[in-house]
């Protein structure tokens, strides 16, 4: 089966690079039109059981490390140790290694401008509008708001009519902590139970509104308050995938020290760990109120690309390219 391939631009350096999927072929077999002739298969993938089994099986399978060896994980995933804030000898399996803590304060700064809003993850980003005359307008392609949300939350479906999102995909080497984009105070907080379908490039294009089937967990942060980024209310969605068996809340203040899960009422301050996905690829979503941020000009260009060859572009009928970002880094700003 033929395979394209999928194509991102690094932020920092502007270079495009490509990436394959790990487990490609047989992820976008199972996810391919012949799905349908296997159809328990197909409902066995995104279930929970197989998603942690899988889990189990590359991360903690004591047979599985000793073969990969964890040096050659480490330099396969091109991972830094010198960010990592544990010892090299304590990353001795590959579940250690893809949960790692990182030096984020020293190896991720953040722009001390409160107007800005930044990167929850270290990802691969894309974004949106949900307004039908913007050029942003990607509606319904990667999920359904109201049902990413959730069918019961109608006063967030018309607080987010009309406005505009971010999708940062982490690809399982990836630093799997997620950092508050913004500053506010949680207004609600609830989990939607679903799938754990893969949020690789071909499953996303060929499925349909997938982001908004899987597993999820809402936070929703006024930042209109003292203090707050003044952005209006931001719903902070983090969806799991293929290989995710949990969404662990963890926000600490400093560094990592005295983890508390989030709450109602709680105040988070921007660009601090709030949550940590268990090992696999992932995905969180951020949404914007109509008018109230304007995403960064480079992120778009790169969105725009036509020389960059990306699955979604392919899949979408339109060009569509991911940019691999930093987290803590600016991705938009208030609107003024």
């Known amino acids: 089966m033929k395979i394209n391939q999928h194509h991102y ?29 296997v159809p328990f ?4 993938l995104g279930s929970q059981w197989f998603s942690g089994f899988l889990g189990w099986v590359n991360y903690d399978f004591p047979l599985g490390q000793s073969i990969s060896g964890i040096r050659r994980l480490l330099k396969n995933c091109a991972i830094n140790l010198n960010e990592c804030l544990d010892k090299p000898e304590k990353l001795d399996s590959a579940r250690k290694i893809f949960e790692r803590r990182i030096r984020y304060w020293q190896w991720r700064p953040m722009s001390a401008d409160p107007s800005a809003v930044v990167a929850p993850s270290d990802s691969r980003v894309l974004m949106g509008s949900f307004k039908d005359t913007s050029a942003l307008f990607l509606k319904g392609k990667f999920f359904e708001y109201e049902e990413l ?25 990836k630093y799997h902590y997620n950092h508050t ?18 949020c690789n490039p071909g499953p996303v294009v060929s499925l349909a509104t997938p982001y908004s089937k899987n597993k999820r967990v809402v936070t929703v942060i006024d930042t209109d308050v003292s203090g707050g980024t003044g952005v209006g209310w931001v719903a902070m969605i983090e969806v799991v995938a293929l290989m995710v068996g949990d ?16 709450a ?4 988070l301050q921007r660009g601090y760990p709030k949550s940590l996905f268990r090992p696999g ?6 949404l914007f ?39 803590r880094s600016t991705i938009g700003h208030r609107k003024r």
């Not at 298969?41 to 066995?44: A, G, I, S």
């Not at 109602?264 to 105040?267: H, R």
Request: hydrophobic share 30%; net charge negative; with cysteine.
């Open 289 to 327: 109120q109509k008018d109230r941020v304007e995403f960064s000009q480079d992120l778009i260009r790169n969105l725009y690309r036509t020389d960059v060859e990306s699955r979604y572009s392919e899949g979408l009928g339109r060009p569509v390219v991911e940019t691999d970002i930093k987290v």
């Open 264 to 267: 109602i009422g709680m105040f």
């Open 149 to 173: 949300l959730g069918s019961t939350k109608t006063p967030w479906h018309c607080a987010f009519h009309g406005g505009d999102f971010v999708i940062c995909r982490l690809t399982p080497e």
């Open 41 to 44: 298969v197909y409902q066995l």
């Open 281 to 286: 690829s992932s995905t969180t979503v951020l």
């Open 181 to 198: 984009p913004v500053a506010g105070v949680v207004c609600d907080f609830y989990e939607n139970e679903g799938d754990y379908h893969s």
């Open 247 to 262: 969404i662990v809340q963890c926000y600490s203040q400093s560094e990592y020290k005295d983890p508390q899960p989030v």
């Open 9 to 37: 631009i690094e932020r920092d350096t502007g270079q495009v690079c490509s990436e394959r999927p790990i487990g490609d072929w047989i992820v976008n077999y199972l996810y391919s039109k012949k799905r349908e002739e």
